[in-house]
């Protein structure tokens, strides 16, 4: 990473400012890209941004010159947009999501297919990294409004008791990753999922963030899917409750287990156990 500066899109955002920090913290050069420079002024961090709007292909190709690599953490539907933007000798790092393999289809997911395959079709040297659920960063809000709902309600429903697995990522590890992947010489593209050391059940997970917190769980009730859905627009009108989505109770009810050997191989990361992510996630203050 030492033969020119790397442009960091999306360098305000959770990924994309953990990201820089790291980057800083080692001395490396990068070019922070933002869309409004209010937001990047916002993080305390030293330089002044380049700004872009990634669906303006002049201001975007100017905000990439001279960048040796280029990493993006916005979302993967704009990986088109990179590609022809870049400068053609950089290699490129994309965030995708694990939401590219849910049998429930949306926006979301739709976009990150469309971007890993815009990037293979490509040839160009890279990777797009899938993560799991991110936990335990800056503004991230999975855990915690996962904690202030089980905090109000004497029982947790959920469909089928909470029995499909999860896998999430703690944002140290997406971070680690990122800075891995930034350091490989890449031969050709390529896609890896990062994700937490093992599944766990969605029930368990809900367990250990109670436990985290402080709290003692509620107990898990198994309910069917379609009671819950008729209940999401009742949250939306009770006071003190967190908003759930729809989409996200559906995504409840598959499996969101992944192997991680290719990161663990490709990238040389092994992630921190839920334990000690959660840990360090209530203990400084996150949630």
Same mark, same amino acid.
């Given at each position: 990473?030492?033969t020119?500066?790397?442009?960091?899109?999306?360098?305000?955002?959770?990924?994309?400012l953990?990201?820089?920090?790291?980057?800083a913290?080692?001395g490396i050069?990068?070019?922070?890209?933002?869309?409004?420079?209010?937001r990047w002024?916002?993080?305390?961090?030293?330089?002044?941004?380049?700004?872009?709007?990634?669906?303006?292909?002049?201001?975007?190709?100017?905000?990439?010159?001279g960048?040796?690599?280029v990493v993006s953490?916005?979302?993967?539907?704009?990986?088109?947009?990179?590609?022809?933007?870049?400068?053609?000798a950089a290699?490129?790092?994309?965030?995708?999501?694990?939401?590219?393999?849910?049998?429930?289809?949306?926006?979301?997911?739709?976009?990150?297919?469309q971007?890993?395959?815009?990037l293979?079709?490509?040839?160009r040297p890279?990777?797009i990294?899938?993560?799991?659920?991110?936990?335990g960063?800056?503004g991230?809000?999975?855990?915690?409004?996962? +904690?202030?709902?089980l @905090?109000r309600?004497? /029982?947790? *429903? !959920? #469909?089928? $008791?909470?029995?499909?697995?999860?896998? &999430?990522?703690?944002?140290?590890?997406?971070?680690?990753?990122?800075?891995?992947?930034?350091?490989?010489?890449?031969?050709?593209?390529?896609?890896?999922?990062?994700?937490?050391?093992r599944?766990?059940?969605?029930?368990?997970?809900?367990?250990?963030?109670c436990? +985290?917190?402080?709290? @003692?769980?509620?107990? /898990?009730? *198994? !309910? #069917?899917? $379609?009671?819950l859905?008729?209940?999401? &627009?009742?949250?939306?009108?009770?006071?003190?409750?967190p908003?759930?989505?729809?989409?996200?109770?559906?995504?409840?009810?598959?499996?969101?287990?992944?192997?991680?050997?290719?990161?663990?191989?490709?990238?040389?990361?092994?992630?921190?156990?839920?334990?000690e992510?959660l840990?360090?996630?209530?203990?400084?203050?996150?949630?």
């Amino acid at each position: 990473m030492s033969t020119g500066p790397i442009a960091v899109i999306g360098a305000s955002g959770r990924s994309g400012l953990a990201l820089c920090r790291a980057l800083a913290a080692e001395g490396i050069g990068f070019l922070p890209v933002v869309r409004h420079a209010e937001r990047w002024a916002v993080t305390g961090m030293p330089g002044a941004p380049r700004i872009a709007d990634l669906r303006d292909p002049d201001t975007l190709r100017a905000a990439l010159e001279g960048a040796a690599r280029v990493v993006s953490c916005a979302h993967a539907r704009h990986a088109p947009a990179i590609l022809a933007a870049a400068p053609p000798a950089a290699p490129l790092v994309l965030m995708g999501s694990t939401r590219r393999f849910s049998q429930w289809r949306d926006d979301h997911g739709d976009g990150v297919r469309q971007g890993e395959a815009a990037l293979m079709e490509s040839g160009r040297p890279g990777v797009i990294l899938h993560p799991t659920m991110i936990y335990g960063a800056e503004g991230e809000d999975n855990v915690q409004r996962l +904690a202030t709902l089980l @905090r109000r309600l004497p /029982v947790a *429903p !959920l #469909p089928g $008791g909470g029995t499909s697995l999860v896998q &999430p990522i703690h944002q140290s590890d997406v971070t680690r990753s990122l800075m891995a992947a930034l350091r490989r010489d890449w031969e050709r593209p390529e896609a890896v999922v990062v994700a937490g050391p093992r599944p766990v059940r969605y029930a368990d997970f809900l367990r250990a963030v109670c436990r +985290a917190a402080g709290f @003692r769980p509620p107990r /898990v009730v *198994p !309910l #069917p899917l $379609g009671p819950l859905l008729a209940l999401v &627009p009742l949250l939306r009108v009770v006071p003190g409750l967190p908003r759930i989505r729809a989409a996200e109770l559906r995504r409840l009810t598959e499996d969101k287990a992944f192997d991680i050997g290719p990161m663990r191989a490709l990238l040389g990361v092994e992630p921190i156990g839920l334990d000690e992510g959660l840990a360090l996630t209530f203990s400084r203050g996150v949630a």
